[in-house]
């Protein structure tokens, strides 16, 4: 099975209630996790690869980690640039296999945003490639650059069908109250999404697949891990999982998570070296902490994102 596009499996989702996961990856213990969990689970999946990525472990070391991956598992897998900030950035992506790319045009003026994203979607759509864009901003950090919640704003529902029948973008993200990184909501503060946004925008946009970024739930227990092993992580509130769930019966088709995945690797890794000090072979650490991915990524297929055995 070579790599493909997300078209299909999001047309799946859509129809069948519920979300495909994608995950983040930067090394190949987190491609082997992930890819594992999919591939137990028989569930479709979406590899995303920010810039920062792409810088740390190269095009090419990814690429050939995924095409690894796809052949061990025969699976449907979709192959995404994540938060691609400019055209050639994207092109580059394009040109290099990728078969889905994101242009976020999330902090230009609505009239700057159609024009970037309509100019990547002509070249992807030539080249047999879907693309996402973003209509308003989450809070948080991604790829180094911080975004207060001041300057974050929610989605625009009255935008949501100009936007999209002028680019021609395969999905859209949208801002409904998720954040990007560990510090979603600030302590005592209760979770809310603006589910009002997520039905409005689906009503004027029927059958179009909608992506939730910033969806990482902080699990509480590797917070507490990596606490009790040498860590000092202030207090970390993230998406509730029955929200996402909720979500992902609506309109909303691709879930967006990175956090817990660095979570889970970095609490086991400081687990497993504090209860051996001697150890100093890198498999040895690795292979917990891939272990824990694999189960952290079943969980959220099976009890979050809603794909199982949708492969
Ligand atoms: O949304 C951002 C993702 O978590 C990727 O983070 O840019 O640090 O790789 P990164
Ligand atoms: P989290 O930081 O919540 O995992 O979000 C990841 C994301 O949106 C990647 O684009
Ligand atoms: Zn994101």
Do not use: W
């Amino acid at each position: 099975m070579p790599i493909v596009t997300s078209k299909e499996m999001m047309k799946k989702a859509y129809d069948g209630g519920y979300a495909v996961g994608a995950f983040n990856v930067n090394n190949m213990e987190i491609i082997q996790g992930i890819t594992q969990a999919a591939k137990e689970t028989n569930s479709p999946l979406i590899l995303q690869v920010s810039a920062g990525a792409r810088k740390y472990a190269s095009h090419t070391y990814l690429m050939k980690l995924i095409e690894a991956a796809v052949i061990e598992t025969d699976l449907p897998i979709c192959l995404h640039l994540d938060h691609g900030d400019s055209f050639e950035l994207c092109k580059s992506c394009i040109d290099g296999g990728f078969t889905s790319v994101m242009i976020d045009g999330s902090h230009l003026s609505f009239e700057e945003n159609i024009k970037l994203t309509k100019r990547v979607v002509e070249y992807a759509h030539d080249n047999g490639v879907v693309v996402e864009g973003e209509l308003g901003r989450l809070a948080g950090v991604e790829d180094d650059v911080k975004v207060s919640d001041e300057d974050a704003f929610y989605t625009r529902p009255d935008e949501v069908e100009e936007f999209v029948t002028r680019t021609g973008v395969d999905s859209l993200a949208i801002a409904i109250g998720t954040s990007h990184g560990a510090y979603k909501f600030k302590p005592g503060q209760k979770p809310k999404l603006r589910f009002d946004i997520l039905e409005e925008v689906g009503r004027r946009l029927p059958n179009f697949p909608i992506v939730l970024h910033g969806a990482s739930s902080v699990v509480p227990e590797y917070v507490k891990m990596i606490n009790e092993n040498g860590g000092k992580m202030p207090d970390a509130i993230g998406i509730p999982e029955d929200m996402l769930r909720q979500a992902a019966k609506m309109a909303v088709c691709k879930i967006n998570i990175d956090s817990d995945l660095r979570l889970a690797m970095t609490a086991t890794i400081r687990k497993y070296l504090a209860e051996h000090p001697e150890h100093f072979d890198p498999r040895q650490y690795l292979r917990p902490a891939r272990e824990n991915i694999v189960e952290l990524v079943k969980h959220k297929i099976i009890n979050v994102l809603g794909c199982e055995g949708k492969a």
